[in-house]
């Protein structure tokens, strides 16, 4: 069997050690007779196996014990409206910095639930950039952000300063990337189908006093409901929590801590940047200072010739290369998993295809 490179933007790679570990277990979890996939939620086992993923991430992450985990389904786009529905007091407004299409969709969410303001955008410049010093006024209830544009393949490299109002940040495509300062969020949400894991599982990091007590909210959408159950107000995503613990434990095993897994990480950015960078036929449009570490867009600017990259990158087992259908040529996903190696044979291949294309 040959396991391809796969630039997927999600779901994605997942490192190999993981999924054999994962297939060591697969029929029976140490010595208990059954997967974890066939194994009650209120067992001991997976009671275990929640609380030792929970703890891995706390250390990880380094979230101090004012703020809640929560291990939630429903996908990334469900905070879309749980956010506004537990956040926004009655009259209240939030605002959001536009910079792509997750933010598109949290807007037209939030607006669904309650007040949303528009506080910069940029739309106009294709969303290549991470706008900057914009102010927040200080009536709002919270300020959305995505701080990873999965698509566009821009990043904050410097939080919004928002004063007293808490910052939500939608961290799907880079929870684990990097070391954060969780103090500076009131909340955080990511699907864990990039750097976390599989489908199934969305990780809420929220502080405890934004978790309110609201009987009109309905149960299952409800944080101080799902905070009071320990995320077992109904059958968790079992299998997926299993499987961020086993990625946790790899990143530990591997890196040690985030700043380690950061200069990894930045490594491979680097290597693939450079590349376009001294290309003549490959360009990035994002400004460098806000250029993803995660997600890197691409273009030939022929929609045939990229076609016929993609192409020969499938060939050589490298996949799922395809930008986003919204923006076209290519886009590599180079999450945790994906080794220097992979980075290394695509930009071998760009370096070819370039002297065979000119
Ligand atoms: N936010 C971001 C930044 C994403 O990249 C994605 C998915 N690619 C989502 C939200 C939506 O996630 P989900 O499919 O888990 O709802």
Request: aromatic share 8%; hydrophobic share 40%; with cysteine.
């Amino acid at each position: 069997m040959t396991r391809v490179f796969n630039f997927s933007a999600g779901p994605s790679q997942l490192p190999t050690e993981v999924l054999q570990k994962c297939a060591a277990e697969l029929m029976e979890y140490g010595i208990s007779g059954q997967s974890v996939m066939e194994m009650s939620h209120r067992s001991s086992s997976f009671l275990e196996i929640i609380e030792t993923t929970e703890r891995r991430l706390r250390s990880l992450l380094q979230i101090p014990e004012s703020y809640q985990v929560l291990f939630l389904q429903g996908g990334a786009s469900l905070q879309f409206t749980m956010v506004p529905m537990n956040l926004l007091k009655p009259g209240g407004k939030a605002g959001v910095i536009h910079t792509g299409a997750w933010t598109k969709k949290a807007i037209a969410e939030c607006r669904k639930i309650g007040g949303c303001e528009i506080l910069a955008s940029s739309e106009a410049e294709h969303f290549t950039e991470i706008l900057k010093g914009v102010t927040t006024p200080q009536d709002l209830d919270y300020v959305h952000i995505c701080e990873n544009n999965t698509i566009y393949g821009t990043k904050y490299k410097e939080l919004p300063e928002c004063g007293n109002v808490p910052l939500v940040a939608d961290c799907s495509s880079c929870i684990l990337s990097e070391p954060m300062e969780i103090s500076r969020y009131g909340l955080i949400f990511a699907g864990a189908q990039k750097n976390m894991g599989i489908a199934g599982l969305t990780v809420v990091i929220v502080r405890e006093d934004l978790i309110q007590e609201r009987p009109e909210i309905p149960s299952m959408l409800s944080y101080a409901v799902q905070a009071k159950n320990k995320s077992m107000f109904n059958t968790p995503p079992t299998f997926a929590i299993y499987l961020l613990g086993l990625v946790l434990e790899w990143v530990e095993n591997r890196y040690h801590d985030l700043a380690a897994l950061k200069t990894h990480n930045q490594q491979k950015a680097a290597l693939l940047y450079n590349q376009i960078d001294q290309s003549r036929l490959f360009t990035n449009p994002v400004r460098p200072e806000d250029r993803s570490i995660m997600n890197v867009p691409f273009v030939t600017g022929d929609a045939a010739l990229d076609a016929k990259f993609i192409a020969a990158a499938e060939a050589e087992g490298l996949v799922n290369l395809k930008g986003h259908r919204s923006v076209g040529g290519m886009r590599a996903s180079i999450y945790n998993a994906m080794p220097l190696e992979g980075v290394q044979k695509l930009v071998d291949l760009m370096r070819r295809f370039e002297e065979e294309n000119r």
